[in-house]
């Protein structure tokens, strides 16, 4: 169809040429079909020219969803919905529909009536504010669920908006809060300080953040709120009101407020304590300290506060800084660790020493605390009550082992070379770790080499490690055990087995503190405190020249000789009862002791093990005792079937007169005043010890 000829002629007076000049999106229709549209119409849907769409019903052109908007009646006229000015989305020839404001009128011709129409293509402003719908929504849902109390309020102090959690807060529904002024929801005194902060921030112009108040609601429930104003302004810039942001910190307060109370009740705590306290940071400045730093430490709180340790004036050897420095490296607890202060004002000062990590609520590290305790009085009496029982783990009573207690206490500070010798089973790596662990060297390593359990070559890699390629199997570096236990203690247990060879490399260590590994030529420096301990005769064996004599005496600067058990039988119930304790604790038993019928056999076996043995068979009773007290029936054969005599029982077991009201003393201390736990703890009949308690008239104050 010819384009000119397709257009119908609607009215004389209007010229086509003018309609096709015009800007807009020009259309006409005839009883519901185009009768004209010009070429911005063509274009703006996709059209070539007016003859793809001349006759064609109008509504083909309209989304389906949207024609109601555009039907027409029978007579051409509009719909009852139809809206002059309006959004509609309008198919363009590729299917894709397009955004288009339409603008219609009707119009009467001689030939009939028309719809004379134009479209305006909107897409993007429709995407746009759909956008900002969205947005809007989005906003919407952030601002309600926020904990924080988001509100508004115009000058006059009535509500113009309010977020979900000022409704939970108030327990109102939003609807009862539009509107309303802020005064009807509370107390008037929580009025009058409202307004006081309004008017402030009104006439400064100035914010307010984090004011804190206790309000009162309309239903008497007393809340504390944590309030910020700021101005609001209209689109002008004029002021409008004030924006509200309000969190209820009711329970925080409360926290608070206990906190406090429990710091108070703490700080009250740290001043009272008799011991000084000190709290330092990982990098040992001081956070806390309290009063009896003076008292002990002779320094005051104000003086070392925010100070580094190490900088501060203490008038001793600061030796409990070095506590403090390995509990920050390693974040492992020390307790009772004792110094002597070399205080200048005192100095026989002897203190006890305890230290742990700090960490938070999340265990992370923080620093550490320390408790420092004088026990310059009390040495003599812990000295006293040590040298009755024990030293470290080594137990006994023995004069033997008195002398050996006093003995390993004047060497433990020092670097000497100690020679332990006794039977197997005596004790002698007890000993060794005694010394270390007593000594200035306790916080270092403690390393053990069995000489007797390894070959010559490999006892030399041992001690002294290999490089790379020394020896086939040596694929890498090594260190040694006199490495590893650098700044420490190395133990050399059965010393009398090593070859001459080794016994050539050791003396070089002891006399130059230098060793080389094997492979390698270059001399390495160590400072080991050495340990060693034999149950051969070294004596003899220098004699026959399986020994050096040089490094027996480099050895032997100070031997200590363990006794065997049978020259210390009187200890054997202060064993029994040291390893009774300890494996309670590992079987989850409470086992009271042994009968007095196993305590004879015990004082009547030689005890070839020595100690040792006792320990094992002790466990061995154990494994088979469900009751309170070890029988005859639970302790080995070789030791149940001994058969002494009534009285070599009672000579072995009887109580000593010169110490016999001291021993019952002591027994009873351990068993709470337990009679019959005291007698089968010292190997008496519950008869015998009640007739002593009233021979010797001990009364229970005295325990």
């Known amino acids: 169809m010819n384009e000119g000829k397709a257009q119908k002629q609607v009215n004389k007076n209007i010229s086509p040429a003018l309609l096709e000049e015009a800007y807009a999106a020009l259309y006409i229709i005839q009883d519901g079909l185009i009768s004209y549209v010009n070429q911005q119409f063509c274009d703006l849907l996709g059209y070539k020219n007016s003859g793809e769409l001349i006759d064609r019903p109008f509504l083909d052109l309209v989304h389906p969803s949207d024609r109601f908007l555009v039907k027409l009646d029978e007579s051409g006229t509009k719909s009852k919905d139809f809206q002059d000015s309006h959004p509609v989305r309008f198919l363009r020839k590729s299917g894709k529909s397009q955004w288009m404001m339409v603008k219609e009128i009707f119009s009467v011709y001689q030939e009939g009536t028309a719809i004379v129409g134009c479209l305006f293509d909107v897409t993007r402003l429709k995407n746009n504010m759909e956008y900002l719908d969205a947005s809007l929504r989005r906003y919407e849902t952030i601002l309600n669920d926020v904990e924080v109390q988001l509100g508004e309020m115009d000058l006059e102090g009535n509500?113009?908006?309010?977020?979900?959690?000022?409704?939970?807060?108030?327990?109102?529904?939003?609807?009862?809060?539009?509107?309303?002024?802020?005064?009807?929801?509370?107390?008037?005194?929580?009025?009058?300080?409202?307004?006081?902060?309004?008017?402030?921030?009104?006439?400064?112009?100035?914010?307010?953040?984090?004011?804190?108040?206790?309000?009162?609601?309309?239903?008497?429930?007393?809340?504390?709120?944590?309030?910020?104003?700021?101005?609001?302004?209209?689109?002008?810039?004029?002021?409008?009101?004030?924006?509200?942001?309000?969190?209820?910190?009711?329970?925080?307060?409360?926290?608070?407020?206990?906190?406090?109370?429990?710091?108070?009740?703490?700080?009250?705590?740290?001043?009272?304590?008799?011991?000084?306290?000190?709290?330092?940071?990982?990098?040992?400045?001081?956070?806390?300290?309290?009063?009896?730093?003076?008292?002990?430490?002779?320094?005051?709180?104000?003086?070392?506060?925010?100070?580094?340790?190490?900088?501060?004036?203490?008038?001793?050897?600061?030796?409990?800084?070095?506590?403090?420095?390995?509990?920050?490296?390693?974040?492992?607890?020390?307790?009772?660790?004792?110094?002597?202060?070399?205080?200048?004002?005192?100095?026989?000062?002897?203190?006890?020493?305890?230290?742990?990590?700090?960490?938070?609520?999340?265990?992370?590290?923080?620093?550490?605390?320390?408790?420092?305790?004088?026990?310059?009085?009390?040495?003599?009496?812990?000295?006293?009550?040590?040298?009755?029982?024990?030293?470290?783990n080594l137990v006994g009573r023995n004069k033997t082992m008195q002398n050996i207690y006093r003995l390993l206490e004047d060497l433990a500070n020092l670097d000497t070379t100690v020679l332990i010798t006794g039977e197997s089973g005596t004790g002698k790596e007890l000993v060794a770790r005694a010394l270390h662990y007593s000594g200035n060297r306790a916080f270092k390593p403690f390393t053990t080499v069995n000489c007797s359990a390894l070959a010559e070559s490999l006892l030399e890699s041992e001690l002294f490690g290999h490089v790379k390629g020394a020896f086939t199997g040596a694929i890498k570096d090594r260190l040694g055990r006199f490495e590893t236990a650098n700044g420490g203690t190395i133990f050399l247990d059965e010393i009398g087995d090593i070859s001459p060879l080794i016994q050539l490399k050791l003396l070089r260590v002891l006399q130059e503190k230098e060793f080389e590994r094997v492979g390698e030529s270059t001399s390495r420096k160590v400072d080991a405190r050495v340990i060693a301990s034999t149950n051969k005769d070294l004596r003899e064996k220098v004699?026959?020249?399986?020994?050096?004599?040089?490094?027996?005496?480099?050895?032997?600067?100070?031997?200590?000789?363990?006794?065997?058990?049978?020259?210390?039988?009187?200890?054997?119930?202060?064993?029994?009862?040291?390893?009774?304790?300890?494996?309670?604790?590992?079987?989850?038993?409470?086992?009271?002791?042994?009968?007095?019928?196993?305590?004879?056999?015990?004082?009547?076996?030689?005890?070839?093990?020595?100690?040792?043995?006792?320990?094992?068979?002790?466990?061995?009773?154990?494994?088979?005792?469900?009751?309170?007290?070890?029988?005859?029936?639970?302790?080995?054969?070789?030791?149940?079937?001994?058969?002494?005599?009534?009285?070599?029982?009672?000579?072995?077991?009887?109580?000593?007169?010169?110490?016999?009201?001291?021993?019952?003393?002591?027994?009873?201390?351990?068993?709470?005043?337990?009679?019959?736990?005291?007698?089968r703890l010292l190997g008496i009949g519950r008869r015998t010890i009640y007739r002593k308690i009233d021979v010797h008239r001990i009364e229970k104050e005295q325990v």
């Open 159 to 392: 509500i113009t908006f309010v977020n979900d959690a000022v409704c939970k807060m108030w327990k109102l529904p939003r609807a009862e809060l539009l509107g309303k002024n802020y005064e009807k929801y509370v107390s008037d005194e929580t009025k009058k300080r409202f307004s006081e902060v309004y008017r402030n921030v009104f006439k400064t112009r100035l914010p307010v953040k984090n004011i804190i108040f206790e309000v009162t609601d309309h239903k008497g429930v007393v809340r504390t709120i944590e309030k910020s104003i700021s101005l609001a302004r209209d689109a002008e810039g004029l002021i409008s009101g004030f924006h509200m942001v309000t969190r209820d910190i009711t329970e925080r307060k409360e926290a608070e407020n206990k906190l406090i109370e429990h710091r108070s009740r703490l700080e009250a705590i740290f001043g009272s304590v008799k011991d000084a306290i000190i709290t330092v940071d990982p990098d040992l400045r001081v956070i806390e300290a309290n009063k009896s730093m003076d008292n002990i430490c002779g320094i005051t709180v104000g003086q070392i506060v925010d100070r580094q340790f190490f900088e501060c004036k203490f008038p001793c050897s600061r030796a409990c800084g070095e506590v403090l420095r390995q509990i920050l490296e390693n974040e492992v607890a020390v307790k009772e660790y004792k110094i002597e202060c070399e205080h200048q004002l005192r100095p026989q000062q002897v203190v006890s020493v305890s230290s742990s990590p700090l960490r938070d609520g999340h265990g992370n590290f923080m620093g550490a605390v320390m408790v420092i305790r004088d026990i310059t009085l009390l040495r003599d009496v812990e000295r006293e009550l040590r040298e009755r029982n024990q030293f470290q």
């Open 543 to 679: 004699k026959n020249g399986e020994f050096r004599q040089d490094l027996y005496y480099r050895l032997k600067v100070v031997e200590v000789v363990l006794p065997s058990l049978q020259e210390r039988l009187e200890d054997i119930p202060l064993l029994v009862d040291h390893f009774r304790v300890i494996f309670n604790q590992r079987f989850g038993k409470n086992i009271e002791g042994i009968s007095r019928e196993v305590l004879g056999r015990f004082m009547d076996y030689s005890w070839p093990g020595n100690v040792r043995e006792l320990e094992h068979v002790i466990e061995h009773a154990f494994v088979l005792c469900h009751s309170g007290l070890i029988t005859i029936e639970q302790i080995p054969a070789e030791i149940r079937n001994i058969t002494p005599s009534e009285s070599q029982i009672r000579q072995k077991t009887k109580l000593k007169a010169p110490r016999e009201k001291e021993e019952i003393i002591n027994a009873l201390k351990k068993t709470g005043w337990n009679k019959a736990k005291a007698a």
